[in-house]
């Protein structure tokens, strides 16, 4: 049995994705974002009350870069990962979690926006800051996919993989801050691999709930 801990439009997504493109049988928990992922309770499958979490083979297993990695070599035949001694198996690790560089912005400014919702709260400085350095993230993934002579339609050049799945769902939380228009590899890929049956199943029901404003309190925070 596999059981994904997973609250929507966060982290976990890439997992949720990643298991529906495997073709694997497993149950699905999710929270609401909110002080449920601080309970006590939730806090004895992840310390520090963050999701992904995925229960597999009588493991626990935290960190979606690393669940990521497990689960592409646990199913090799899916043809997701890049095992040792693939051509592609640096980039392929370059690109898994180059994914995490790009959500830490709009990690950041999803709090600026969302947790302080009065904009006396909100630092100019830092929007400013978190927004550009997103955007160098979208143009470092541009110049990836616009790179060689004829463009690429994945992120590697021996097709997709769990690279594209981890990039493409940074890229579906960044859109919010900063447009994908002005990069047209990027949208042109985004679209492509954003079309895929199981990216659309691991989206959110119409009537989810996303998250909670108590989740940012700065006093839950610290807790």
Known sequence: MITLHHAHETRSMRTLWLLLELGLEFHLTVYPFDKTLRSEMFR????????????????VLIESGAICEYLCERFPDAGLGRMPGDIDRADW????????TITQHAAMLTLQYE??????????VTIDLETRRLAKCFETVENRLSGSLEGRDKIL????SAA????????????YFVRIEPYPALQRWYEDV??????????PPADARMYSRDFYDLELLAS
Not at 115 to 124: F, Q, V
Not at 194 to 203: D, E, G, V, Y
């Open 194 to 203: 954003t079309a895929r049956p199981a990216f659309k199943a691991a989206l």
């Open 115 to 124: 947790g302080m919702r009065a904009p006396e709260m909100r630092s100019a």
């Open 44 to 59: 004895l499958l992840h310390p520090a009350g963050r999701v992904p979490v995925l229960e597999i083979d009588g493991e």
């Open 157 to 160: 050049p021996s097709g997709f």
């Open 93 to 100: 690790l370059v690109w898994t979690h180059f994914a995490e």
């Open 164 to 175: 594209d799945i981890n990039v493409a769902q940074a890229i579906y939380m960044g859109r």
